[in-house]
């Protein structure tokens, strides 16, 4: 634990592609990040950040957890009490990677993960207004939700960023369309046929999502150390990068952990499911854009159809 000097104040600032949670704006209590890639989330009260921190510390020492499995999960560099973003005065923060840092203009979708977000310890009040979001939104019907999204669009466009009632909104179309325009150029408001041209390379490959989402399904179809509810998977890339044909790896990370729970040797279903979900929408995307360009090969590869003069149309 430590204190920050009234100097290291002035660095702190609102994180830009912050998509969910709560945020520092207005006078009210958020994250902040600073320029040297850390992102300081409050300690939520009832004893949750209490638990988050616990988590980070008991999973950074926990030598069950393989280490190609670490790599999906920010690294904590402990707590820190700070100024709070709403003026109320010190506050205990949970000092993390900035995970977004090294982006310049990130496309991220946060996606919570399973069909249960509540936990079997919260009370029933939690339990009930957990259960009704879940049933309005597609976390029932899917085993997951889209909960914040932010999607780059070029330099005139700027991003994309719908509000929270909107996203909330989703339907199982929404969701599927999303998938969609995450990885498309032509992925401006109002256009329904997104070309899926970045899908390929961003969902597809030996590095791409979906390995990486079949790396994390085959290290949950075996441990029972944790139970991951209302987690999310943050998916993230840097478009203009791929949109200006340069290297962009996509990534995703594991965040919030306030109710994670011991798996007391029993498999995490709830949290398995979703992401065997998740994997199956993204595995159409990328099936559907790679028929599309089969198809759009042949066409342009079609032989021209020719006159008795010898001239080819």
């Known amino acids: 634990m430590s204190i920050a ?26 994250p902040l990040v600073d320029d040297s890639g850390r992102f300081y989330k409050p300690l939520q009260g009832d004893g949750r950040g209490n638990k988050e921190l616990a988590f980070y510390e008991s999973f950074s020492s926990d030598t069950r957890v393989p280490d190609h499995i670490r790599k999906y999960f920010p690294v904590c560099y402990g707590s820190q009490l700070l100024e709070a ?4 005065g010190l506050l205990h923060h949970l000092v993390l990677q900035d995970i977004v840092s090294s982006h310049r203009n990130p496309s991220i979708m946060d996606v919570k993960i399973g069909s249960r977000t509540w936990y079997p310890e919260a009370s029933d009040n939690y339990i009930q207004k957990c259960l009704e979001k879940d049933r309005r939104t597609t976390t029932v019907s899917l085993g997951f939700r889209i909960a914040g999204l932010q999607l780059y669009e070029g330099k005139e466009s700027g991003y994309w960023r719908p509000g929270r009632k909107e996203v909330q909104s989703f339907t199982v179309y929404n969701v599927r ?7 498309s150029s032509n992925s401006s408001i109002g256009n329904e046929n997104s070309d899926c041209s970045f899908a390929p390379s961003i969902y597809g490959g030996s590095a791409g ?29 840097d478009k203009e990068s791929v949109s200006k044909g340069s290297a962009s790896v996509p990534e995703i990370k594991l965040i919030d952990f306030a109710h994670v729970v011991e798996g007391k040797g029993v498999i995490d279903h709830n949290f398995l499911g979703g992401l065997c ?20 090969r042949v066409e342009s590869e079609k032989p021209g159809i020719c006159t008795d003069n010898g001239n080819c149309q």
């Open 5 to 30: 000097h009234s100097s290291f104040y002035n660095m702190l600032k609102v994180p830009e592609h912050q998509v969910a949670g709560h945020l520092a704006v207005d006078g009210k209590l958020g």
């Open 85 to 88: 973003s709403n003026g109320s």
């Open 177 to 183: 369309s999303i998938l969609r325009r995450f990885v």
């Open 209 to 237: 999502i979906l390995e990486q989402l079949l790396e994390l399904k085959a290290w949950f179809e075996d441990q029972t150390i944790y139970h991951f509810h209302s987690c999310s998977l943050l998916i993230f890339f």
């Open 277 to 296: 979900s998740l994997i199956k929408f993204v595995s159409e995307v990328l099936s559907d854009s790679k028929e599309s360009s089969i198809k759009d």
